[in-house]
Antibody, heavy 121, light 110 residues
Framework: EVQLVESGGGLVKPGGSLRLSCAASGFTFSSYSMNWVRQAPGRGLEWVSSMSSTGSHIYYADSVKGRFTISRDNAKSSLYLQMNSLRAEDTAVYYC??????????????WGQGTLVTVSS | SYELTQRPSVSVSPGQTARITCTGD??????AYWYQQKPGQAPVLVIY???ERPSGIPERFSGSSSGTTVTLTISGVQAEDEADYYCQSTDSSGGYPNYVFGTGTKVTVL
């Protein structure tokens, strides 16, 4: 059974930093691209960042570029998101999400339960 | 980048059919993915590649595509289908896969 378990969320002041982790199990982690997707309270889903299976390709949404860094450790089946210079608008539930590619389009086939990040003074 | 537009809400009686549309310039060049999200829970994939259903998803969920509009159909709606539904595709015009999500549709079972 595929499982994605996020951790590391919490309350942080504006300008602060936080590191999220995602522990994967039930599949060959090193074979899959992975994503972070977030959802602000009462709002829709927003893609944040993607990393290819080997880590050679990394992409960010414009809203986090230069502030967030995605990384992975295939030996530990883990995905990370280092978040710096946090803003109030970064407040959201952050989901770890496994990528699915159908030959034309990317989607998400499995989601973690999410971890809440609150940026407030 | 692309925008995917959904109606904010759809109301349907139990046993009836709910149709949730998603419109955007991504289609039909790109495929559509549909996610169901119940309150306080993570999204769940219910349709991929426009019309394919993952294992474990009930047959009452189906997807279709016509021009720039994709549709998620729930036939014989049940109370447990009350949830938010999001469409999603990818915009690769910037040279990388930018996942784009629709605005979401809240399905209310009367």
């Amino acid at each position: 059974e595929v499982q994605l378990v996020e951790s590391g969320g919490g309350l942080v002041k504006p300008g602060g930093s936080l590191r999220l982790s995602c522990a994967a199990s039930g599949f060959t982690f090193s074979s899959y691209s992975m994503n972070w997707v977030r959802q602000a309270p009462g709002r829709g889903l927003e893609w944040v960042s993607s990393m290819s299976s080997t880590g050679s390709h990394i992409y960010y949404a414009d809203s986090v570029k230069g502030r967030f860094t995605i990384s992975r450790d295939n030996a530990k089946s883990s995905l990370y998101l280092q978040m710096n210079s946090l803003r109030a608008e970064d407040t959201a539930v952050y989901y770890c999400a496994r990528a699915y590619y159908d030959g034309d389009t990317y989607g998400v086939d499995y989601w973690g339960q999410g971890t809440l990040v609150t940026v407030s003074s | 980048s692309y925008e995917l537009t959904q109606r904010p809400s759809v109301s349907v009686s139990p046993g009836q059919t709910a149709r949730i549309t998603c419109t955007g310039d991504a289609f039909p060049k790109q495929h559509a993915y549909w996610y169901q999200q119940k309150p306080g829970q993570a999204p769940v994939l219910v349709i991929y590649k426009d019309s394919e259903r993952p294992s474990g998803i009930p047959e009452r969920f189906s997807g279709s595509s016509s021009g720039t509009t994709v549709t998620l159909t729930i036939s014989g709606v049940q109370a447990e289908d009350e949830a938010d539904y999001y469409c999603q595709s990818t915009d690769s015009s910037g040279g990388y896969p930018n996942y784009v999500f629709g605005t979401g549709t809240k399905v209310t079972v009367l």
